[in-house]
């Protein structure tokens, strides 16, 4: 039947062909397209038929007008009704259009062009300013005319005597806070000093100048309607696609193993998706996504060679799962001597490139260990100075500050292409010579630290090499023009709201493009809200305001929009039962060593303004806090007191003798009884080189004085490269390691010891 006849071909090619359909059908292909109603539609914006589920979702505003077009041209010929069922099927899909209750307009935002910003500051301050706006850097800038600046609106009403409002348009547009200085007289010469007073004026000034904006934009009706439709023409014309995998088949894997309904729908979004998300919470079994789908694609012939990128805890965990679920799968998985030296490098980039391999199982570090060609990266600088010179042609008469901004960037993106041409070397291990055409990565949060230029006051992010590695790869496949990768994790959004934009930077630049959000100014302008607060300073010596992003705005639009990459869904639709969480919370008391310890820290903190940075700092402070709260002798100060370890060891201790007869499956009738523990501690591990345990060794001793067998208490730091983790893990599964303390980085994040 045709429904059945459509899930075979797509399972069996990956798209939508009518041979393929004819002849499951037994008819000729012209007559399928009249056996496949509603099942598919021809596209007229690429003469290729497609699923309901494809054609009926993504920007339909745009499907709607091509359909109607093709139905104009196509006027009065013999097929002149073709499209009226396209038309019919995609009216009833539109999204209701949003009105100005459900839009939060704000200065900066690039839908809302630089002409109404000018109408607006002539109709507060009298005096139109010159206000340009260069979309490829998110750069406002505002122009004043000489005395407009002056008037007692522009210096009392909506600014301040010492910023005026034209100055503070110009700064709330490019998401900047206004800082007051004064210039004062030292023996050592002259030195700016904020001035308090003068800066929490111009601060609820701007936030004045803001709210009246977000006000003004709605209450002209031309206007308000002009504006409506620009934002619902580019955030409010998507139906996100419900990617539905039940038609899939995955010859080769284990009849052990029967995929969930929520993996076999991300190994479809995977397969139909140049680049995807999956931000599966833990427990739900996205390691079996990643090695159906590699073979999936394989089998699909839409990748060759699928690179499967894991922490370096997890590379055997990671290569061993996929042999158990592809018995016959060919897994190549770079261990450490794999990349021990320039030649083992060679030696294993070969065998990369030459195998016929259904995955290659890398760890973090060695992917960020085999860099793009210094010839990718210059190409890629030379393309961005291109793209930049062309906005400097394009726009001309643009803002003076502007213009040398850019001038600046070229200059900077063209030097280092040179830089990197004139030093590069052919005699190394490059990416390109793995011959990998799709990347996933694991626990993908570990490259959340993208290095991207951010000007808006609230927003820092600490770039860091891998991350700026992975952007480079995922480029160069994306310009190849195959998939480029699909990241996993269950914490995509942790710490800080411009995350969420690193991972749409990862995944659909050209989608941000299109829409004028490439700069993470223009989308933190729209989809970001920011407050100025009191909070206190770094070194605790006093209080300061400090603007900061708070929640997200226009969040319909924004989870859209990310929801097109990732695979969004509620906790409810994952048919895995996994057991609840009890949280414990044991306090013990502070102990006087330890309050006198952290006085100490206070008077270090004091002192800071008055020694070397190399000596002292709040990092090293705060570190040395962390380590007396966990044991004083790791700061060089005896005690006898009730102390964490002390409580830790009486907890355990007292589960192990509890559960010690426990009888679990699969375990023997001579076999060994009892529970599993797991201690996370990050400090005092052990450190072989120096000949200590540290906490480590406290923990087993306590234990062993409490009865806790010490040869049963096994460390994750003993799983050397000649007693390796499975059997460690093992040993945690039968019973025979019954303790094992370990740190987060180590025996955290997704790993399988039960």
Not at 363 to 389: K, M, N, Q, W
Request: with cysteine.
């Amino acid at each position: 039947h045709p429904p059945g006849a459509l899930r075979l071909g797509l399972d069996a090619r990956g798209r939508r062909d009518l041979p393929t359909r004819a002849g499951l059908l037994g008819i000729p292909v012209t007559e399928v397209p009249t056996q496949i109603e509603d099942l598919a539609y021809l596209d007229p914006a690429t003469g290729a038929w497609v699923t309901a589920e494809e054609y009926l979702s993504g920007n339909v505003r745009e499907k709607l007008a091509a359909a109607r077009s093709a139905a104009v041209a196509s006027a009065g010929q013999a097929d002149g009704q073709r499209w009226a069922r396209n038309i019919a099927a995609l009216e009833t899909v539109q999204p209701a259009d949003l009105g100005p209750g459900e839009i939060r307009a704000k200065l900066g935002a690039p839908w809302i062009p630089a002409s109404d910003v000018r109408a607006f500051a002539a109709e507060i301050l009298s005096y139109p300013p010159t206000v340009t706006y260069l979309p490829i850097t998110a750069q406002w800038e505002v122009k004043a005319e000489r005395g407009s600046a002056d008037t007692a609106a522009a210096s009392a009403e909506w600014g301040t005597g010492r910023i005026d409002a034209y100055r503070l348009l110009e700064l709330t547009l490019n998401g900047k806070a206004p800082v007051v200085y004064d210039t004062i007289q030292t023996p050592d010469g002259e030195t700016r000093v904020r001035n308090q007073a003068e800066t929490m004026l111009a601060e609820e000034k701007q936030r004045a100048l803001a709210a009246r904006f977000g006000e003004w934009v709605w209450e002209d009706p031309p206007r308000c309607d002009r504006l409506c439709a620009e934002y619902n023409h580019r955030f409010n014309s998507v139906v996100p696609r419900r990617y539905d995998g039940a038609h899939l088949t995955f010859p080769g894997l284990t009849d052990d193993f029967q995929p969930y309904p929520h993996q076999r729908d991300m190994v479809h979004r995977i397969i139909s998706s140049p680049a995807s998300l999956c931000p599966y919470p833990v427990g739900t079994g996205k390691t079996p996504v990643m090695f159906m789908a590699a073979r999936k694609l394989r089998e699909l012939g839409l990748a060759r060679k699928p690179l499967i990128i894991v922490p370096n805890h997890l590379l055997e965990q990671t290569a061993r799962e996929g042999k158990r679920l592809f018995p016959a799968a060919r897994i190549l998985m770079a261990a450490r001597d794999d990349l021990a030296d320039a030649q083992a490098r060679k030696l294993f980039a070969a065998r990369c490139a030459t195998g016929d391999w259904d995955a290659v199982v890398m760890t973090h570090s060695a992917f960020t260990a085999i860099p793009v060609h210094p010839a990718t990266e210059a190409a890629h600088l030379a393309d961005l100075a291109a793209r930049y010179r062309q906005a400097l042609t394009a726009d001309p008469g643009g803002g003076k500050r502007s213009v040398k901004q850019l001038a600046k960037m070229i200059d900077a993106f063209e030097t280092r292409a040179r830089k990197l041409l004139d030093h590069r070397t052919d005699d190394g291990v490059f990416f390109e010579h793995l011959g990998a055409d799709l990347v996933m990565v694991d626990e993908s949060h570990y490259f959340k630290n993208l290095g991207i230029p951010v000007r808006t006051d609230g927003f820092s992010i600490a770039a860091s090499k891998r991350a700026t590695d992975l952007d480079m790869k995922l480029r160069l496949l994306r310009d190849r023009g195959g998939k480029a990768g699909v990241l996993f994790t269950g914490t995509p959004v942790s710490n800080s709201l411009l995350e969420m934009y690193v991972l749409q930077h990862y995944l659909q630049p050209e989608r941000l493009d299109e829409l004028g959000l490439h700069s993470a100014d223009a989308w933190a302008a729209t989809f970001v809200e920011f407050q100025t607060g009191v909070e206190v300073t770094p070194d605790g010596s006093g209080f300061r305001m400090k603007r900061r992003p708070t929640k997200f705005e226009n969040v319909p639009e924004l989870l859209t929009l990310f929801g097109e990459a990732a695979d969004l869904r509620p906790p409810e639709s994952f048919a895995v039962e996994r057991p609840a969480a009890r949280h414990h919370t044991v306090v013990i008391p502070a102990s006087p060593e330890l309050r006198a310890y952290v006085a100490s820290l206070a008077e270090r903190a004091d002192r800071l303004r008055q020694v070397d940075a190399h000596e002292d700092n709040m990092l090293r402070i705060c570190g040395d806090g962390r380590k007396a709260a966990l044991d004083l002798e790791l700061v060089g100060i005896t005690s006898t007191s009730l102390n964490k370890i002390d409580a830790v060891v009486s907890n355990v201790a007292r589960i192990h003798h509890a559960n010690r007869d426990l009888v679990l499956p699969g375990d023997g009738r001579d076999g060994v009884r009892g529970g599993f523990q797991i201690v996370f501690c990050d400090l005092g591990t052990p450190d072989p080189a120096r000949g200590g345990t540290g906490v480590y060794g406290k923990i087993r001793d306590g234990l062993a004085a409490a009865g806790v067998p010490a040869g049963l208490i096994r460390f994750i730091h003993d799983a050397a490269p000649a007693a390796p983790k499975p059997a460690l893990f093992a040993d945690c599964r039968s019973g025979k390691a019954p303790v094992l303390p370990g740190s987060p980085d180590q025996l955290g994040g997704a790993t399988h010891n039960q």
